[in-house]
């Protein structure tokens, strides 16, 4: 496995003009693998946006290397590095404790009385949005750390996490029949974690957490905790 980034070019607005909607990120990972494009494989590139220090980078998570070239189509020259993500994946164990960064698509389904297949709707408040990770945290392989205050032993326990970024981008640049674009809600996460299930949380960060992860969602990050 590799993990790649790229500074996005924001500052060129000619060179980046078609990033107006997540379908053409999904396109600029997906042409960032000729080889596979040629061969007509179309392996799941989990990816994500992050902002950092005022600055836009792509991040794709690929069980090959990328080309650097295609990388870069909408990037800043310079800025594309790639490494080996399976050191990280060796170096895990049960009960380490982790800061992560999470950008995904919180949501649940109703389902009404007859109906065979529910509606697959965003989650939109910040609790409902904090308690979809909650419960999805044993099944990937940790525990969400919860801390104690020392002034106040007796007092409810508080979640080491938080929602950092809440957003709502296009995904097709066409409309829909409601005649919007079709927005997904994007939420990122941060915090710290415990894995509790090393070998689930393993298959975790390869594979993502929850829906749409062709359009930049999903896609788990972690480092030691310093």
Request: no cysteine; aromatic share 8%; net charge neutral.
């Amino acid at each position: 496995m590799y993990l790649s980034r790229v500074e996005i070019d924001s500052n060129n607005r000619a060179k980046t003009r078609d990033l107006t909607h997540l379908g053409a990120y999904h396109n600029w990972v997906e042409q960032s693998f000729p080889a596979e494009v040629a061969a007509g494989e179309r392996p799941r590139h989990l990816w994500r946006i992050d902002q950092l220090s005022g600055r836009r980078y792509l991040l794709v998570l690929s069980e090959e290397k990328p080309d650097a070239e295609k990388l870069v189509t909408y990037g800043v020259q310079g800025t594309v590095m790639t490494k080996s993500y399976d050191h990280l994946l060796e170096t895990l164990h049960d009960g380490q404790v982790l800061q992560f960064r999470l950008t995904a698509n919180p949501t649940h389904t109703i389902t009404k009385p007859g109906e065979r297949q529910g509606r697959v709707v965003p989650h939109i408040t910040i609790e409902q949005q904090r308690q979809w990770l909650i419960a999805r945290a044993e099944k990937s392989g940790f525990e969400l750390i919860q801390n104690i205050s020392a002034e106040n032993p007796d007092g409810q326990p508080t979640w080491s996490f938080d929602i950092v970024g809440r957003e709502w981008p296009v995904l097709h640049r066409r409309a829909d029949q409601s005649g919007n674009g079709g927005r997904l809600s994007r939420v990122t996460f941060e915090g710290l974690l415990r894995i509790s299930d090393v070998a689930a949380f393993k298959e975790t960060l390869i594979k993502g957490i929850g829906r749409e992860k062709a359009f930049g969602m999903g896609l788990m990050t972690v480092i030691p905790e310093a």
